[in-house]
């Protein structure tokens, strides 16, 4: 798929409704930590931005992160489901603490969450690089956090189309 025509698709993904496997499981924290690389935490990024009055924290390393207390869920988020970091990480963390959940389109990481009964969302795999799946990724992360109406705003206001030539007037002002 295309940069644009992802961009422009953007509306759909807000409108996807994550599934989550295992869901008996889960179970409701006070705090999140999302662990991710590069796109794969975004989701984790932006909801710390936009929801300040949630406790949700950042871990883009190998293994236990810091702070991982009974109070915490486990977000581990890999658009690929093979990231070594978050591989690590997810396997580090189910040894010490059952609060755990996964997003992922796939990949070894979707393999391990379901051979121990992890809850876990499989996003689409729609060969997007993992930073144009953020739609994808923030609703599965709102599905898991329990707030899953907080995006309905977001997808209202999406019309990439109409900023389109806002943002063709400012690239050519900053260009040179």
């Known amino acids: 798929m295309q940069f644009k025509e992802s961009i422009e698709r953007f509306a759909e993904q807000c409108a996807w409704e994550p599934n989550i496997e295992n869901a008996a499981a889960l179970q409701k924290k006070k705090r999140t930590i999302v662990c991710g690389m590069g796109g794969s935490r975004l989701a984790g990024d932006l909801l710390r931005s936009a929801l300040p009055a949630r406790d949700i924290t950042v ?20 658009y690929s489901g093979n990231t070594e970091e978050t591989l690590d990480a997810f396997r580090a963390v189910h040894e010490k603490q059952k609060h755990i959940a996964v997003i992922t389109s796939g990949g070894e990481l979707l393999r391990e969450a379901r051979r121990v009964n992890i809850p876990t969302i499989e996003i689409p795999e729609r060969n997007l690089p993992p930073r144009l799946a ?3 990724s923030v609703k599965a992360l709102l599905a898991l956090v329990g707030d899953a109406g907080a995006l309905a705003k977001v997808a209202a206001t999406s019309i990439p189309g109409s900023i389109e030539t806002e943002g063709k007037t400012l690239a050519e002002r900053l260009k040179d």
Not at 62 to 72: A, E, I, K, R, W
């Open 134 to 136: 953020i739609g994808y």
């Open 59 to 78: 871990h883009a390393d190998f293994g236990f992160p810091p702070h991982v207390g009974n109070d915490t869920l486990f977000v581990v988020s890999s």
